[in-house]
């Protein structure tokens, strides 16, 4: 069974879905997010992080869009787990995403559990928590509420829009929306629509959540209580679908979990199952349960060439925006063969892309490591872009 550790501090979470130690934006009654569900949002607000400084000109802004368990915390110290941001590989001084270099824009989405507007936080009108009766979400409108964000901070054009996974789908989503609004794009890792075994993957982890007692229909956090064993087994089956074959092997192989010989029990007694457990676990600390089953819905019904008549070049047409896809050998959640499909789209629509597939055994979750490769590439491809609109080497 997996136990959640005793050191964690729910509470501590539990403050950041409405107070969050960052930045913060509240849109009042008189700028609703109107949803594709066809209910408007009001109030809400967005938490956020920014590095680096905005030049002058307004045109060195860059947004970082996270992924399903992803926050603003991209290159600080995370405020509940203490630990390091999650792409600090990517973004910091004299990173590929240099700091000195340009302004990062790291927001917490709508719907998720780190200070911007979700399941977890305060519902106006009963002073609870939403839970289930938080509207459902896109990705669209996770995308609506950060152009809000770039908005409130007198941003008219974001010199690139950056992401990876669910984070990539929010990227695509920016370049289909706001063409004129983004003048460069990547994507990371990802699809313009989530497939039928992706979905699958997704409503296995949900009805873990769902079926374990303590989630009381949503209504958790009213009653007291936590799915904390659900959500465990959900990351659990999840992160396996981060991983490779191969990145499993490398590291774990068919070893035994400190001993010799098999226990003949249920323990743990390979490694990759300590692993795992592990990740379930400290995954509860920072993580909201219903959001879960929130963002992980949202990834499900993205499908960007449903608005254009099943053509997804039309979704690009006339774009401006220079695009660098780049896909992972080694990746089977968003297989190499989905960036190529984007990247014929973008072709059809005449637009200014680039493609690299990186050989690597890392996964899904290559995105968010330190790959030379990878690094190199976002590198190259932000300073060229970078030349073609004028932004100097370093911020004055």
């Not at 989630?215 to 936590?226: F, K, L, S, V």
């Not at 973008?346 to 050989?359: C, H, T, W």
Request: charged fraction near 20%; aromatic fraction near 10%; charge should be negative.
């Amino acid at each position: 069974m997996v136990e959640a550790s005793a050191t964690i501090d729910f509470s501590e979470r539990a403050r950041e879905a409405d107070q969050p130690r960052s930045p913060l934006v509240r849109f009042g009654a008189d700028k609703p997010l109107r949803l594709d569900a066809k209910v408007d949002l009001s109030p809400f607000q967005i938490a956020y992080q920014t590095y680096g400084t905005l030049n002058a000109e307004r045109s060195n802004a860059v947004l970082i869009c996270h992924a399903l368990t992803g926050d603003q915390h991209a290159a600080n110290l995370h405020p509940v787990t203490g630990k390091a941001g999650w792409w600090e590989s990517m973004v910091g001084p004299g990173r590929p995403i240099d700091t000195g270099r340009y302004f990062v824009i790291s927001p917490n989405v709508v719907g998720a559990c780190m200070g911007s507007t979700g399941p977890a936080s305060i519902n106006p009108a009963t002073g609870h928590p939403w839970g289930l009766d938080f509207p459902v979400i896109t990705i669209r409108d996770m995308v609506r509420a950060q152009a809000m964000l770039i908005d409130h901070l007198g941003i008219d054009t974001l010199f690139a829009v950056v992401g990876g996974s669910m984070g990539g789908m929010q990227v695509l989503q920016w370049a289909a929306s706001y063409p004129e609004r983004v003048f460069a794009a990547l994507p990371l890792a990802a699809a313009t629509r989530h497939s039928a075994q992706n979905i699958a993957f997704h409503e296995v982890g949900r009805q873990a959540v769902m079926a374990d007692p303590e989630w009381r229909g949503g209504r958790y956090e009213i009653e007291g209580t936590n799915p904390r064993r659900g959500l465990a087994v959900a990351r659990m089956g999840a992160h396996i679908t981060y991983l490779s074959d191969a990145a499993l092997h490398r590291k774990f192989g068919r070893r035994f979990q400190d001993r010799d010989n098999p226990t003949f029990s249920f323990d743990a007694d390979f490694q990759v199952e300590s692993y795992l457990r592990h990740q379930g676990i400290s995954f509860v600390e920072r993580f909201d349960a219903n959001s879960y089953l929130y963002l992980t819905r949202a990834m499900d019904y993205f499908d960007l060439a449903a608005d254009c008549d099943g053509i997804l070049a039309n979704a690009f047409k006339n774009t401006g925006t220079r695009f660098c896809v780049i896909s992972f050998t080694s990746d089977w959640l968003f297989p190499t063969s989905e960036s190529r499909a984007i990247v014929h789209a973008l072709n059809a629509a005449g637009a200014r892309v680039s493609f690299a597939e990186i050989e690597t055994d890392k996964g899904h979750d290559a995105f968010l490591l330190d790959e030379p490769e990878l690094l190199a590439i976002v590198r190259g491809f932000l300073e060229g872009a970078g030349k073609t609109r004028g932004l100097p080497a370093v911020v004055k």
